[in-house]
């Protein structure tokens, strides 16, 4: 149980458009989802928090209205990369806690976007 | 939550015991330790987390100091699928849920 899924697993897009990723928590209910990004060689980084229902909290130094993130529901969270540039290639994961054990957060597999 | 610190690479051949090793001085009375990896272009896994206790499930072990100021992660039979990046967090417990804080980890390598 506990399986986090991420859509699409790697893209490639042009410069100036806009990219989304869905995260979804396929047999348990996220009140809370994370996403988070991880440049080459290096370690995760947090960029925001998304609590089903209401606006996201964001980190510091990410700008949220490049980073839209969408949680309609208890299962999805999306994030939109708007108008990406090269420097936004990364690995982009998210997580989700369960309402029940807040203990754990499982992660899904990541998506690799490639801007050119 | 406080800080860890991490050697960053360790080898440990197949079959044996792997013992990834993490300080975290500062830490304080109601921070766990939490352990975590990443295999290569994957998401991370969680695999264990303690307070004070010692703790064992199916992928590992976690041994706490007595002062809780440094522990070691033990996967008691290393295989080749365990060659990955090993991340030791300290955080509260809280009621709801917050990111985590990953530092650099510990690439451990398991040589055939």
């Known amino acids: 149980g506990a399986v986090v899924s991420q859509h699409p697993s790697w893209v490639i897009c042009k410069s100036g458009t806009s990219v989304k990723i869905e995260c979804r928590s396929l047999?348990?209910?996220?009140?809370?989802m994370f996403w988070y990004r991880q440049f080459p060689k290096q370690s995760l980084m947090l960029m925001a928090t998304s609590n089903e229902g209401s606006k996201a909290t964001y980190e510091q130094g990410v700008e949220k209205d490049k980073f839209l993130i969408n949680h309609a529901s208890l299962t999805l969270s999306t994030l939109t990369v708007t108008s990406a540039h090269p420097e936004d290639s990364s690995f982009y994961i998210c997580?989700?806690?369960?309402?029940?054990?807040?203990?754990?957060?499982?992660f899904g597999p990541g998506t690799r976007l490639t801007v050119l | 939550d406080a800080k860890t610190t991490q050697p960053p690479s360790m080898d440990c051949a197949e079959g044996r015991a792997a013992n990834l090793p993490c300080n975290h001085s500062?830490?304080?009375?109601?921070?766990?330790v939490y352990w975590y990896r990443q295999i290569h272009s994957q998401g991370p896994q969680y695999i264990i987390h303690?307070?004070?206790n010692n703790e064992t499930n199916e992928m590992a072990s976690l041994i706490i100091t007595e002062d809780r100021k440094s522990s070691t992660l033990i996967l008691p039979h290393a295989t080749l699928r365990d060659t990955a990046v090993y991340y030791c967090?300290?955080?509260?417990?809280?009621?709801?849920?917050?990111?985590?804080?990953f530092g650099k980890g510990t690439h451990l390598i398991i040589q055939p």
């Open positions: 997580s989700a806690s369960r309402q029940i054990n807040y203990n754990e957060q499982f």
């Open positions: 047999d348990f209910q996220a009140t809370t």
């Open positions: 303690g307070l004070k």
């Open positions: 967090i300290v955080r509260v417990l809280r009621g709801g849920a917050d990111g985590l804080t």
């Open positions: 500062t830490i304080s009375g109601n921070e766990y």
